[in-house]
T-cell receptor, first 113, second 112 residues
Framework: NAGVTQTPKFQVLKTGQSMTLQCAQDMNHNSMYWYRQDPGMGLRLIYYSASEGTTDKGEVPNGYNVSRLNKREFSLRLESAAPSQTSVYFC????????????FGPGTRLTVL | GENVEQHPSTLSVQEGDSAVIKCTYSDSASNYFPWYKQELGKRPQLIIDIRSNVGEKKDQRIAVTLNKTAKHFSLHITETQPEDSAVYFCAASRNAGNMLTFGGGTRLMVKP
């Protein structure tokens, strides 16, 4: 099993550009999450999908949108990137919600100039 | 919402010593408390978790204690080794909720 995979690993954008971060898991997990990690601030939840067909806002959703394409895939879109969105983005999945072990992907390092 | 505070932000110990990291949480309904380890440039990985129906859990050199009354929980690492050097994150969530709230992290450095 590959676990949780993310693409791309690195990305540099100019202010105002858009892009989609891709995430997929092959563990048949119901729940998926997108976090951002900034220095000294831990991991903050952007959006989550408790199950296929549902998505909800997390702690810091402004400037982002998500799509739960199917049970395996959960994408994060930045419509108009801003320098404040420079961060490392992690996707995670868990079998049945937040009280299960979350398995993280390798992360995407995004820089917005 | 839930607020999780973690201390200290950095911790340096000699190899073989013990390390203790403490977290406090604000939501009395929280009942799941995992700890994640993140090595430099790597993804976070779960190392141990505890649920509110127990006060302590051990796994080899790692233990976690929970004080529900005081709303704090701690990670204890004994006989530290250089490979324990990493950033450790605590987190909290409630069973019926959908968010895992993380602390700010502790950078542990184990000196050989």
């Amino acid at each position: 099993n590959a676990g949780v995979t993310q693409t791309p690993k690195f990305q540099v954008l100019k202010t105002g550009q858009s892009m989609t971060l891709q995430c997929a898991q092959d563990m048949n997990h119901n729940s998926m999450y997108w976090y951002r990690q900034d220095p000294g601030m831990g991991l903050r939840l952007i959006y989550y999908s408790a199950s296929e067909g549902t998505t909800d806002k997390g702690e810091v959703p402004n400037g982002y949108n998500v799509s739960r394409l199917n049970k395996r895939e959960f994408s994060l879109r930045l419509e108009s990137a801003a320098p404040s969105q420079t961060s490392v983005y992690f996707c995670a999945s868990s079998p049945h919600g937040v009280s299960d072990t979350q398995y993280f992907g390798p992360g995407t390092r995004l820089t917005v100039l | 919402g839930e607020n999780v505070e973690q201390h200290p932000s950095t911790l340096s110990v000699q190899e073989g010593d013990s390390a203790v990291i403490k977290c406090t949480y604000s939501d009395s309904a929280s009942n799941y408390f995992p700890w994640y380890k993140q090595e430099l440039g790597k993804r976070p990985q779960l190392i141990i978790d505890i649920r509110s129906n127990v006060g302590e859990k051990k796994d080899q050199r790692i233990a976690v204690t929970l004080n529900k009354t005081a709303k704090h929980f701690s990670l204890h690492i004994t006989e530290t080794q250089p490979e324990d050097s990493a950033v450790y994150f605590c987190a909290a969530s409630r069973n019926a909720g959908n968010m895992l709230t993380f602390g700010g992290g502790t950078r542990l450095m184990v000196k050989p």
